[in-house]
């Protein structure tokens, strides 16, 4: 197990020097071919009630996505880490504007908006350090979202990530949740 963990946690650092290595206008032109690519899915134009993540550093931008799925009258929320709890709740948004710095200087909404179930999404949008062929995520080592993904298992859940951040395979342990799709600048890769 140990040796599991070590890898994951050279991978981790590798990758995230990789796509911190990325330029911010070549994230923001990427993040835009990953945002276009995402909103002509079925699994987007279908789904109403949608998490999606407030885009941090070099993550995959999130907020013009957010901001149009707001225009497009969908149900937008956001999650909200209580590190002492290690879990993540998600709140609605009406507007980008209500998000403050939460945990670790991320984005977050207010507690006091209306908070939904996890099963009750219709889709998942997240983040992750690198991701495999076969919808292995490497997060950042909390595990907040493997977490929140066991209550949601029977929801579409896609990934954004750079091509950059796809690998062959990724060592994964047993509570490493697989996402259904990952979508990068060159398109949408189903996997479910």
């Given at each position: ?55 941090f550093k070099s993550e995959v931008e999130t907020y013009e996505l957010i901001q149009k799925a707001l225009t497009e009258g969908k149900e937008v929320y956001l999650p909200k880490t209580y590190i002492s709890e ?107």
């Amino acid at each position: 197990m140990k040796s599991i963990k070590q890898h994951k946690k050279k991978l981790r650092k590798n990758f995230l020097t990789l796509r911190d290595s990325l330029s911010g206008e070549t994230r923001k032109s990427l993040s835009q071919k990953i945002a276009y690519h995402l909103q002509k899915s079925i699994y987007y134009e279908k789904a109403q009630k949608i998490l999606f993540y407030a885009s941090f550093k070099s993550e995959v931008e999130t907020y013009e996505l957010i901001q149009k799925a707001l225009t497009e009258g969908k149900e937008v929320y956001l999650p909200k880490t209580y590190i002492s709890e290690h879990k993540l709740r998600l709140f609605k948004i009406k507007s980008l504007k209500e998000l403050k710095p939460g945990a670790y200087g991320i984005p977050e909404p207010p507690e006091n908006n209306p908070e939904i179930m996890p099963h009750e999404l219709d889709l998942i949008i997240l983040p992750g350090v690198a991701f495999d062929l076969s919808g292995g995520r490497l997060g950042y080592g909390g595990g907040f979202y493997d977490r929140l993904l066991a209550k949601a298992q029977d929801i579409t859940k896609i990934a954004l990530a750079f091509e950059c951040q796809l690998v062959k395979t990724l060592p994964l342990e047993a509570h490493d949740l697989r996402v259904n799709a990952i979508v990068t600048e060159k398109g949408l890769k189903e996997i479910f």
